[in-house]
């Protein structure tokens, strides 16, 4: 219990500087010298930021939740090399499928 108070520490920093760094660039477009077409297009550049960004986080986690429950079914108790390979490679096909839906998105 002791070894997640560092990680969750970094994570919040992390998050925070997000935040600041977020915020800042926010009120950088209401500076009175940027034209209308720059912050709508940014607006919804962020918007498919967003969008894409719940996409690839719901496609790891599924495809993480489908490998933990392949290694249940193979009664894989374990955490060894079957077990890495197993949740790499569903992560790993998680992540492609979002390149490919991002691709086709793009266009």
Same mark, same amino acid.
């Given at each position: 219990?002791?070894?997640?108070?560092?990680?969750?520490?970094?994570?919040?920093?992390?998050?925070?500087?997000?935040?600041?760094?977020?915020?800042?660039?926010?009120?950088?477009?209401?500076?009175?010298?940027?034209?209308?077409?720059?912050?709508?297009?940014?607006?919804?550049?962020? +918007?498919?930021?967003?969008?894409?960004?719940?996409?690839?986080?719901?496609?790891?986690?599924?495809?993480?939740?489908?490998?933990?429950?392949?290694?249940?079914?193979? +009664?894989?108790?374990?955490?060894?090399?079957?077990?890495?390979?197993?949740?790499?490679?569903?992560?790993?096909?998680? +992540?492609?499928?979002?390149?490919?839906?991002?691709?086709?998105?793009?266009?």
């Amino acid at each position: 219990m002791q070894e997640l108070i560092p990680i969750t520490l970094a994570i919040c920093f992390a998050y925070a500087i997000q935040a600041v760094a977020d915020a800042r660039a926010r009120s950088k477009l209401f500076a009175p010298h940027i034209s209308e077409e720059v912050i709508t297009s940014l607006v919804k550049a962020d +918007q498919r930021r967003s969008r894409m960004s719940s996409l690839r986080w719901g496609l790891t986690l599924l495809n993480a939740a489908i490998g933990l429950y392949t290694l249940h079914r193979k +009664q894989i108790d374990d955490f060894g090399p079957e077990a890495l390979a197993v949740l790499v490679g569903s992560i790993a096909v998680a +992540q492609l499928a979002y390149y490919v839906i991002a691709a086709r998105h793009a266009r």
